[in-house]
Antibody, heavy 121, light 107 residues
Framework: QVQLQESGPGLVKPSETLSLTCTVSSGSVSSSNYYWSWIRQPPGQGLEWIGYIYYSGSTNSSPSLKSRVTISIDTSRNKFSLNLRSVTAADTAVYYC?????????????WGQGTLVTVSS | DIQMTQSPSSLSASIGDRVTITCRSSQSIDTYLNWYRQKPGKAPEFLIYAASTLQSGVPSRFSGSGSGTDFTLTITSLQPEDFATYFCQQSYTTLWTFGQGTKVEVK
C-alpha cells in the first residue's frame, strides 16, 4: 500500500513562496498511469485541486493558480514538490499530496495526512 | 472549468438511515465522477470511481449512480463512521474539480 507524507514549513510570510515536499513510500513516482497531485483545503471549506505532475515530468495546474504554481519531481529520491509563489492569507489551508490513478478517468486513491500551512506575518 | 454542485450542503440522519447525496456538473462529464468521504480532521478517503464502481474494500452499503450531469451517492443503513463530509470530483477534463461537500450530521 503506497504511503504519502507531506513536509515543509507550517508558517509562511505574505508575498513569500510556500514550498512543500511529498515523500512517497511503498511505491514509485516513476510508475506510469499515476498523476502525483497537490490538493488543498482552507479551514472549514472544501477541496481545491492545485495541480499534478506525471511520471514523465509533464504538469498541469488549476487556471486560478497556474501563474504561481510550480510542481517538480525527484525520481532519485521518490519525492515530488510544490512551490506556490507570492502567497497571501487566502492561501492558508491544509495541503494534501495525493496519487491520482488513471482508470476510467482519474481518481485519488491515496492521500497524505495533510499539513496545515498558515500565511501570516 | 467544470463546476460541480452538491446538494444538500448538509443533512441530519440517524444510524440505520438511508442517505442520498446529489452531485451535478455544469456540463456533461459522461461517468467521469468520483466520490470521497472525509472524516473530521482526516484526509479524504476514496469510495467510488466511474460514477458507480466501488473501490476495493469499500462497504457495500455505499453505491453510486448517474451519468451526464446528474449523479447520486447513496448510503444504505448509515453507520457511525459515516458521519462525515462527502465530496464528488470530476475527471472528464484534466482540470479536475470537486464539489463543495455535503456534511452528514447526527440527528
Amino acid at each position: 500500500q503506497v504511503q504519502l507524507q507531506e513536509s515543509g514549513p507550517g508558517l509562511v510570510k505574505p508575498s513569500e513562496t510556500l514550498s512543500l515536499t511529498c515523500t512517497v513510500s511503498s511505491g514509485s513516482v516513476s510508475s506510469s498511469n499515476y498523476y502525483w497531485s497537490w490538493i488543498r483545503q482552507p479551514p472549514g471549506q472544501g477541496l481545491e485541486w492545485i495541480g499534478y505532475i506525471y511520471y514523465s515530468g509533464s504538469t498541469n495546474s488549476s487556471p486560478s493558480l497556474k501563474s504561481r504554481v510550480t510542481i517538480s519531481i525527484d525520481t532519485s529520491r521518490n519525492k515530488f514538490s510544490l512551490n506556490l509563489r507570492s502567497v497571501t492569507a487566502a492561501d492558508t489551508a491544509v495541503y494534501y499530496c495525493a496519487r491520482g490513478v488513471a482508470v476510467a478517468g482519474v481518481h485519488f486513491d491515496s492521500w497524505g495526512q495533510g499539513t496545515l500551512v498558515t500565511v501570516s506575518s | 472549468d467544470i463546476q460541480m454542485t452538491q446538494s444538500p450542503s448538509s443533512l441530519s440522519a440517524s444510524i440505520g438511515d438511508r442517505v442520498t447525496i446529489t452531485c451535478r456538473s455544469s456540463q456533461s462529464i459522461d461517468t467521469y465522477l468520483n466520490w470521497y468521504r472525509q472524516k473530521p480532521g482526516k484526509a479524504p478517503e476514496f469510495l467510488i470511481y466511474a460514477a458507480s464502481t466501488l473501490q476495493s474494500g469499500v462497504p457495500s452499503r455505499f453505491s453510486g449512480s448517474g451519468s451526464g450531469t446528474d449523479f447520486t451517492l447513496t448510503i444504505t443503513s448509515l453507520q457511525p463512521e459515516d458521519f462525515a463530509t462527502y465530496f464528488c470530483q470530476q475527471s472528464y477534463t484534466t482540470l479536475w474539480t470537486f464539489g463543495q461537500g455535503t456534511k452528514v450530521e447526527v440527528k
